[in-house]
């Protein structure tokens, strides 16, 4: 699901008034169950770093 939601804004370009500006998305996901909120977010924004130091515009979850 979040791949798709991924493509399908790097395929619809953002049209401005005089220019067209090319969007990319990287997103930090975490599917398991945890009552500890804190190592979820910490769990998710591990991954979203992980996206951006692997070359951006991509979903990284806990099954990489």
Same mark, same amino acid.
């Given at each position: =699901?979040?791949?798709?939601?991924? &493509?399908?804004? +790097? %395929?619809?370009?953002?049209?401005?008034?005089g220019?067209t +500006? &090319?969007?990319?998305?990287?997103?930090?996901?975490?599917?398991?169950?945890? %009552?500890?909120?804190e190592?979820l977010?910490?769990?998710s %924004? %591990?991954?979203l770093?992980?996206?951006k130091?692997?070359?951006?515009?991509?979903?990284?979850?806990?099954? =990489?």
């Amino acid at each position: =699901m979040f791949e798709q939601l991924r &493509q399908s804004v +790097v %395929d619809n370009p953002l049209q401005l008034p005089g220019c067209t +500006v &090319q969007l990319a998305v990287s997103t930090g996901l975490v599917t398991q169950i945890s %009552d500890n909120l804190e190592d979820l977010i910490r769990l998710s %924004d %591990d991954r979203l770093y992980t996206a951006k130091e692997t070359g951006r515009n991509r979903v990284i979850s806990q099954n =990489m």
